[in-house]
């Protein structure tokens, strides 16, 4: 049976997916921060920066390990 092969695709496709919402969220506070008028000691700024690096680092990982 195909079952586990499936599931495992399935997780594979997810944590993509997540991480590349992770890294699109990122984007989206980093840019409403500069926006308005936000600088690089702000906290929108440094969260925006912390999904981004989150999201690329969990992408990189997936990549290194096969899943």
Do not use: C, D, K, Q
């Amino acid at each position: 049976m195909n079952g586990a092969g499936g599931g495992e695709r399935f997780y594979r496709g997810a944590v993509r997916a997540l991480s590349v919402l992770f890294v699109a969220i990122g984007v989206v506070v980093l840019v409403t921060t500069l926006a308005n008028g936000g600088g690089p000691a702000s906290t929108g700024f440094l969260m925006g920066i912390a999904f981004i690096v989150v999201g690329a680092v969990r992408l990189w990982l997936g990549t290194r390990t096969g899943r």
